[in-house]
């Protein structure tokens, strides 16, 4: 069984996986990156159906070391899978990625303070192994290779094509089809005026109400900032301006909600015209960013409604029929093709087993340290971005504070570092604190959160850059130990 040697395995090769190398590129740090698909990118080069695009504007998904330049606010998925293969080769460590490879295995040895991983070739069956000082997880939060569908007894009975958007095939032609959406969030209320533009006609069948705000496409405020500043300092301007733009509108929401609701309702009505029930379809009982917003750029999705290419039905699902779908109020809604835009399933670290000394490790048993690292698993770090704002501002400051803590433990001659969580167990929280249907379903899957200090995990830009500015590595809940017997003392 063919070996390597590195300083840090990084797992996946998505946005995560590459700022992490993008991060230790030129430092001291050898890198090795495995990824189980044939190409970098992630979920942007994963998704395929029509529309995808960001929800987030590009000012704060793009890397802090390499600002956004393009006019979209929301990016089409195209462009940004573009932009994290050129940020990657700039970097220089697409080199690195080791395509095809599918980790199965991690184990850790406190004898040889190393990781060891076991992984597979995807097209030859090939078994091969790795061992670093430090593991980092990119694997995101859902799985790669199957969709959540609920549970319809009855789906089999439409004798149409039935599709999750997260395995949309290369063939299917829309045209002048019945495309019935079930689903309403993000990819749902992407998916609408791009499946009306292809000229289907489209059905977005909801249980119940989502908020959909209209934002616009393109950044001119943005563009007229790069036009007269450098490029770097540009970038700054724009993506500060955007983080206290949508930090400003998250903290209003949650402490003004009936106004926020107002206001979100007042948009909708502005797009739709003052006769449309705006309160049945899109005023939901939830207060806004309990569930993240959904954004419409340039209103595009009011607009395929407007024009009567698309229209919303918020209602049950009794059953499906050969020829469309049964609703609980009585209505029979034809359709060609079924969309089951219904979500996510959340899986932690792939499908990877972490081995500690022999102890198998359920991730969900574990407390995160700065939503980053697990409580007595040593040298393993791993990257979730925001729930309420953009993904890659919290790659951006763990990549940075992970370089630092490698940087601090080469100094101080340490070879394990493991974070020690001493707190109560009794009011632990999920990592993810969302009330989103697939986070709810996941929840027990993933690791735990405490309720103070770096134990807590903030959805707040502005605080976790104080929880993790420079010097917040040398701390005493992070356990630097010099060997294996050092650290055995410390644990005595």
């Known amino acids: 069984m063919e070996t390597h040697t590195v300083d840090v395995i990084i797992i996946g090769a998505g946005i995560s996986g590459i700022g992490a190398a993008r991060e230790l590129a030129g430092t001291a740090h050898t890198v090795a990156i495995l990824e189980a698909r044939d190409a970098l990118g992630g979920t942007w080069d994963l998704f395929r159906y029509p529309g995808i695009r960001s929800d987030s504007d590009m000012a704060t998904f793009g890397y802090r070391s390499r600002p956004w330049t393009e006019d979209r606010s929301l990016a089409t998925g195209e462009t940004i899978l573009t932009y994290v293969r050129t940020a990657a080769d700039e970097a220089g460590v697409t080199q690195n990625i080791r ?21 597979q070739n995807e097209h030859t069956g090939e078994v091969s192994q790795m061992t670093g000082r430090w593991l980092f997880m990119a694997t995101g939060y ?16 439409f004798q149409g094509r039935v599709v999750h958007p997260q395995l949309w095939p290369d063939n299917l032609e829309v045209a002048d089809r019945r495309v019935v959406v079930i689903g309403s ?8 005026p791009a499946l009306a533009e292809l000229g289907a006609r489209v059905s977005m069948v909801q249980r119940s109400p989502s908020y959909v705000a209209s934002v616009p496409g393109r950044d001119e405020t943005g563009m007229t900032v790069r036009k007269w500043l450098p490029p770097r300092v540009a970038g700054e301007v724009n993506r500060w301006r955007n983080i206290m733009r949508g930090m400003m509108i998250y903290e209003y929401s949650r402490r003004r909600p009936r106004a926020m609701r107002e206001l979100l309702h007042k948009g909708v009505a502005r797009h739709l015209g003052p006769t449309f029930p705006v309160a049945e379809h899109f005023t ?22 407007r024009c009567g290419q698309a229209e919303v039905v918020t209602d049950t699902i009794e059953r499906f029929t050969p020829d469309g779908i049964m609703l609980g109020t009585g209505r029979h809604l034809p359709a060609d093709v079924i969309v089951t835009a219904t979500g996510l399933n959340v899986q932690f670290f792939g499908t990877m087993d972490l081995v500690v000394d022999g102890e198998t490790i359920d991730p969900a048993t574990r407390v995160s340290y700065r939503g980053m690292m697990l409580d007595g698993v040593p ?4 990257s979730i971005g925001y729930t309420n704002s953009s993904w890659t501002l919290r790659v951006d400051l763990v990549t940075r ?20 969580y001493s707190g109560s167990r009794s009011e632990l929280r999920p990592l993810l604190d969302l009330a989103s249907g697939y986070v709810r379903r996941g929840a027990h899957l993933m690791p735990r959160q405490g309720r103070r200090g770096a134990w807590l995990v903030r959805q707040n830009y502005l605080r976790d850059c104080v929880l993790f500015r420079p010097g917040t590595e040398l701390d005493s809940q992070l356990d630097y130990a010099m060997t294996s017997d050092a650290a055995a003392e410390v644990n005595s």
Request: with cysteine; glycine share 6%.
């Open 99 to 119: 395509f095809g490879q599918r980790a199965q295995r991690a184990e850790w040895s406190s004898d040889a303070c190393t990781w060891t991983v076991t992984y």
């Open 142 to 157: 859902y799985r790669y290779d199957q969709g959540f569908t609920p549970d319809w007894p009855s789906l089999g009975d």
């Open 185 to 192: 969030g993000a990819t749902a209320v992407t998916l609408v």
């Open 284 to 305: 939901p009982d939830y207060d806004p960013w309990d569930q993240r917003l959904c954004a419409a750029p340039d209103g595009d999705f009011f607009e395929a409604i």
């Open 379 to 382: 040298n393993l770090a791993f």
């Open 401 to 420: 504070y992970f370089r630092r803590v490698l940087d601090r433990a080469k100094r101080q001659g340490a070879r394990m570092v493991t974070p020690r």
